[in-house]
């Protein structure tokens, strides 16, 4: 009997277990196929242009044109120069507006386009969140937490906001701890808003970004800054698309 019983339970725990991961991996899956992205990987890179300001000024206008699976891309700005990552490796002219940023320029802003076709990446950790904001039943909300060594920030999270009514993410808050610890990121964290979903070629993807300070339970607090995309194409590129000039510095 005893036997019996321990087995009972052990089944029934296992039960649990997979019903949790399921529910998890559900989260990830419903929003990708949303999103359409295997039809998004079925092409082999994606250019646009993008304007992004903060505190009232511009912060960056660029074109930026990325391999859909994420591993290559270049920032081409208006006076030519540009900033080109190749996986963990960053090259950039030396006319680059602002030398100090580069690394920063060339994975955040794509990591935010790309953001809804990389939720099921390696390393990517799905938790529950009790969500207690006013209008919380209107989406489907979870957490995002990396396995130590995922990227160069691996103690970032993400709150995903996807709604209900398409599954498309409306919203994703967000600490940044590249350039400090996850205690000082958590005090000032923000909230990027996806708005203005456009069909290109059968994917949606949003033209106008809003970034806000966040606060939890409470949700989106004040605004302080935005994002126009435009011009956004499917293109086929060769390798002289992201190979540097032999001038070009680089970092990795």
Not at 57 to 84: D, H, Q, Y
Not at 134 to 161: C, I, M, R
Not at 167 to 192: D, M, R
Request: aromatic share 14%; hydrophobic share 35%; charged share 25%.
């Amino acid at each position: 009997m005893k036997k019996i019983l321990i087995t009972v339970l052990i089944s029934t725990l296992a039960f649990v277990g997979c019903k949790s991961t399921n529910e998890k991996e559900g989260f990830a899956e419903k929003i990708e196929l949303a999103h359409q992205k295997q039809h998004f990987l079925s092409n082999e890179a994606i250019k646009f242009n993008i304007i992004l300001a903060f505190g009232g000024k511009e912060r960056l206008n660029a074109k930026m044109t990325l391999l859909t699976n994420s591993s290559k891309g270049v920032l081409e700005f208006k006076n030519g120069a540009k900033i080109i990552f190749n996986k963990d490796k960053v090259f950039y002219s030396s006319t680059i507006p602002n030398e100090k940023s580069v690394r920063f320029d060339a994975y955040t802003w794509e990591y935010f386009f790309l953001f809804p076709f990389k939720l099921s990446d390696p390393g990517t950790k799905w938790n529950t969140y009790d969500n207690k904001e006013e209008n919380h039943n209107d989406y489907l909300t979870q957490k995002l937490t990396f396995e130590s060594g995922t990227g160069d920030a691996p103690d970032d999270w993400y709150v995903v906001y996807a709604n209900k009514s398409d599954n498309l993410i409306e919203k994703a808050a967000y600490i940044v701890t590249v350039n400090g610890n996850k205690e000082e990121a958590e005090k000032n964290p923000h909230a990027i808003q996806y708005l203005d979903y456009k069909n290109i070629n059968g994917v949606p993807i949003a033209t106008k970004w809003l970034f806000w300070e966040w606060k939890e339970g409470k949700g989106l607090m004040k605004q302080i800054g935005n994002a126009t995309l435009s011009d956004i194409q499917f293109i086929s590129v060769d390798e002289d698309t992201f190979t540097p000039d032999a001038d070009f510095k680089s970092i990795s």
